[in-house]
Nanobody, 131 residues
Framework: QEQLLESGGGSVQDGGSLKLSCQGS????????VGWFRQTPGNEREGVAS????????WYTDSVKGRFTISEDFAKRTLYLEMDTLKREDSALYLC????????????????????????WGRGTQVTVSP
């Protein structure tokens, strides 16, 4: 059984928009943090945006601030990532995750996945931005 299932990826032109969705399960939605990560071939997985369920505080990595919006519907166990003004450098496999942090900073996780104690990962949905 898939614990997290992403959808909504695709190919868009530079400046376009996409909205990603992530459907969770009862088990995967028991974590403190819900978020989106992305990865390109040969590179480390990086945090894009997250929400701390305890206070609904969102976090964004600097490169997407003002362009991406993370939201969640707790009752539906669904996480969203609305991406506007997409750039070529946003092209990546986008993965949904729910996790417990193990550092004092909480849910913000840039590229240091050691800040995650344990959690769940989806398989990802591909986003490709072309000129």
């Amino acid at each position: 059984q898939e614990q997290l299932l992403e959808s909504g990826g695709g190919s868009v032109q530079d400046g376009g928009s996409l909205k990603l969705s992530c459907q969770g399960s009862e088990h995967s939605w028991m974590m403190r943090c819900v978020g989106w990560f992305r990865q390109t071939p040969g590179n480390e997985r990086e945090g894009v945006a997250s929400i701390d369920i305890s206070d609904s505080e969102p976090w964004y990595t600097d490169s997407v601030k003002g362009r991406f919006t993370i939201s969640e519907d707790f009752a539906k166990r669904t996480l969203y990532l609305e991406m506007d003004t997409l750039k070529r450098e946003d092209s990546a496999l986008y993965l949904c995750a729910t996790f417990q942090p193990k550092w004092a900073g909480g849910c913000p996780v840039d590229g240091d996945l050691s800040k995650i104690a344990f959690g769940f990962w989806g398989r990802g949905t591909q986003v490709t931005v072309s000129p």
